[in-house]
């Protein structure tokens, strides 16, 4: 089954900067948007950052200025720069993905950052 597989996260202390990946366990076709998620303790799951395979890209309120997505479409890579952090950025990042060729949306398994206060 394919997967996505996250990497980069970490403790950082506020103010402090990561870089998230994402990549696929193997080539998935016709991948429209990716998008980065998070899941803090206690709370949903909540969009961060998006960004079609047009380049249109979609933020979080709360991330806007200090994260930034982007992706290779030619690796189907994904990332997320994620720069002045704080703690309420503490959470478990998942990577997500659609495709045309699929009624299923791709997830990897996450990556925990962590802010501490």
């Known amino acids: 089954q394919v997967q996505l597989v996250e990497s980069g996260g970490g403790l950082v202390q506020p103010g402090g900067s990561l870089r998230l990946s994402c990549a696929p366990s193997?080539?998935?076709?016709?991948?429209?948007?990716m998008g980065w998620y998070r899941q803090a303790p206690g709370k949903e799951r909540e969009l961060v950052a998006a960004?079609?395979?047009?380049?249109?890209?979609n933020y979080a309120d709360s991330v806007k200025g200090r994260f930034t997505i982007s992706r290779d479409n030619a690796k189907n890579m994904l990332y997320l720069q994620m720069n002045n952090l704080k703690p309420e950025d503490t959470a478990v990042y998942y990577c997500?993905?659609?495709?045309?060729?699929?009624?299923?949306?791709?997830w990897g398994q996450g990556t925990q950052v962590t802010v501490p206060s």
């Open positions: 997500n993905a659609d495709s045309v060729y699929s009624d299923n949306l791709f």
């Open positions: 193997r080539v998935i076709f016709g991948i429209n948007s």
């Open positions: 960004v079609t395979s047009g380049g249109s890209l």
